[in-house]
T-cell receptor, first 106, second 112 residues
Framework: DAKTTQPTSMDCAEGRAANLPCNHS???????VYWYRQIHSQGPQYIIH???NNETNEMASLIITEDRKSSTLILPHATLRDTAVYYC???????FGAGTRLTVKP | NAGVTQTPKFQVLKTGQSMTLQCAQD?????MYWYRQDPGMGLRLIYY???????DKGEVPNGYNVSRLNKREFSLRLESAAPSQTSVYFC???????????FGPGTRLTVT
């Protein structure tokens, strides 16, 4: 089983921020948290990763709690094309759980 | 720059038949991976190759073999296909082990 825990599904209104949580309470000190998404049946796509500082790139922001036991992926202005399954992964684990199915609604 | 390519895109096998799934990357990555994804499930790691010349078992290696042919290519072989191996197979690569992975489009395999 994956070492991360994510909600099964979430909805978000188009144009609003989507906040996707992930619990990774067993993460070790040198492990990064990686986020990927899978649109329909395509191959997963890398989004962002972080160790302990918050990170931002052109796709998303990643907020990691101070104790590193959880993180939140933020899509600041969700669009219909962001509808996908989102996975959070420990980089040394290489196990993808079932992820969170995000549905962005008009 | 094609990234990660996989062949074939679709395949139907009869129980007991063998086949090899091909994967190639043009990003000069050291590490490569094979995953399977069953309907409604996450990805499960079958085998990985940290660098050219090395391969290691992942979470679900039974019934599969792999070959890291060179730095670019990593193949997955099913010696005697079983219906339980019906799945979508994804290949991925990364610059180093445990760095961000880049995935291919997948091979949809049905074993009847």
């Amino acid at each position: 089983d994956a070492k991360t825990t994510q909600p099964t599904s979430m909805d978000c209104a188009e144009g609003r921020a989507a906040n996707l949580p992930c619990n990774h309470s067993t993460i070790s000190g040198n492990e990064y948290v990686y986020w990927y998404r899978q649109i329909h049946s395509q191959g997963p796509q890398y989004i962002i990763h972080g160790l302990k500082n918050n990170e931002t790139n052109e796709m998303a922001s990643l907020i990691i709690t101070e104790d590193r036991k959880s993180s939140t992926l933020i899509l600041p202005h969700a669009t219909l094309r962001d509808t996908a399954v989102y996975y959070c992964v420990h980089n040394n684990d290489m196990r993808f759980g079932a992820g969170t199915r995000l549905t962005v609604k008009p | 720059n094609a990234g990660v390519t996989q062949t074939p895109k679709f395949q139907v096998l009869k129980t007991g038949q063998s086949m090899t799934l091909q994967c190639a990357q043009d990003m000069n990555h050291n590490s490569m991976y094979w995953y399977r994804q069953d309907p409604g499930m996450g990805l499960r790691l079958i085998y990985y190759s940290a660098s050219e010349g090395t391969t290691d078992k992942g979470e679900v290696p039974n019934g599969y073999n792999v070959s890291r042919l060179n730095k670019r290519e990593f193949s997955l072989r099913l010696e005697s296909a079983a219906p339980s191996q019906t799945s979508v197979y994804f290949c991925a690569s990364s610059e180093q082990l445990s760095y961000e992975q880049y995935f291919g489009p997948g091979t949809r395999l049905t074993v009847t």
